[in-house]
T-cell receptor, first 114, second 114 residues
Framework: GENVEQHPSTLSVQEGDSAVIKCTYSDSASNYFPWYKQELGKRPQLIIDIRSNVGEKKDQRIAVTLNKTAKHFSLHITETQPEDSAVYFC?????????????FGPGTRLSVLP | DAGVIQSPRHEVTEMGQEVTLRCKPI?????LFWYRQTMMRGLELLIY????????DSGMPEDRFSAKMPNASFSTLKIQPSEPRDSAVYFC????????????FGAGTRLSVL
C-alpha cells in the first residue's frame, strides 16, 4: 500500500522567514495531494491541494510543488506569521477499485517565533 | 451547513465499557471517513464508506472496533470492550466524490479510557 513520509518532524522559523515541509510517497498511482493544517486542539483543515497533472500551485503565501518522477511534494510558506504555528499534514490519495484511499504523513510541527 | 458534526466531544469511560462515537456528515456528501489520532501513531484511517457501504476497513485495529453507516446522514464507531490504549482523538470526515476530493473534518471526539 501507499506509504507517506514527511520531513522535518519539527520546524522552527523566525517570523517573516520561509518554511518548507517535504513529503514523499511510494505509490506512483497516487494522483491527489492535499495539505492540512491542525492547530492545537482543533480539527485538521485543508489549506491547499494539488493534482498529479499540475506541477505547482500557489495561494497567497502558500505554495505546493509536485515532482511525480521523484514522488515527492513540498509545502512552502513565505513570510511566516505566528498564526502559521500548527501541525501540518501532507497526504497522498489514490483511486482504487472501490474508491479513494487517503494516507497521511506523520505531521510537521511548525513554530513561528516572533 | 454546520459542517461535519461529531458527538460526544469528550468521552471518559472505564476499561471494559462499550463506547459509541457518532458522526453526521455534511449533507450531500457521499463518502465518510473515520480516523484516529494519537501522538505516537499520528492520523490513521480506520475505515471509510462510499454511499453508506464500507469500502476499506483494513485500518480497524481489531475486532473490538466496528463501524456502521445505516443511512447517508449518520455513522457510528463502536468500541467494545474499550481498553486504555484506545484513548485518542477520533475524527470523522466527509467528502463529496462528485465534486472535489476535499475531506472536511469534524471537531473530533476525545476519548479517554481509564
Amino acid at each position: 500500500g501507499e506509504n507517506v513520509e514527511q520531513h522535518p518532524s519539527t520546524l522552527s522559523v523566525q517570523e517573516g522567514d520561509s518554511a518548507v515541509i517535504k513529503c514523499t510517497y511510494s505509490d506512483s498511482a497516487s494522483n491527489y495531494f492535499p495539505w492540512y493544517k491542525q492547530e492545537l486542539g482543533k480539527r485538521p483543515q485543508l489549506i491547499i491541494d494539488i493534482r498529479s497533472n499540475v506541477g505547482e500551485k500557489k495561494d497567497q503565501r502558500i505554495a505546493v510543488t509536485l515532482n511525480k518522477t521523484a514522488k515527492h511534494f513540498s509545502l512552502h510558506i513565505t513570510e511566516t506569521q505566528p498564526e502559521d504555528s500548527a501541525v501540518y499534514f501532507c497526504a497522498a490519495s489514490t483511486w482504487g477499485n472501490y474508491g479513494q484511499n487517503f494516507v497521511f504523513g506523520p505531521g510537521t510541527r511548525l513554530s513561528v517565533l516572533p | 451547513d454546520a459542517g461535519v458534526i461529531q458527538s460526544p466531544r469528550h468521552e471518559v469511560t472505564e476499561m471494559g465499557q462499550e463506547v459509541t462515537l457518532r458522526c453526521k456528515p455534511i449533507s450531500g456528501h457521499n463518502s465518510l471517513f473515520w480516523y484516529r489520532q494519537t501522538m505516537m501513531r499520528g492520523l490513521e484511517l480506520l475505515i471509510y464508506f462510499n454511499n453508506n457501504v464500507p469500502i476499506d476497513d483494513s485500518g480497524m485495529p481489531e475486532d473490538r472496533f466496528s463501524a456502521k453507516m445505516p443511512n447517508a446522514s449518520f455513522s457510528t464507531l463502536k468500541i467494545q470492550p474499550s481498553e486504555p490504549r484506545d484513548s485518542a482523538v477520533y475524527f470523522c470526515a466527509s467528502r463529496d466524490r462528485r465534486a472535489k476530493n476535499i475531506q472536511y473534518f469534524g471537531a473530533g471526539t476525545r476519548l479517554s479510557v481509564l
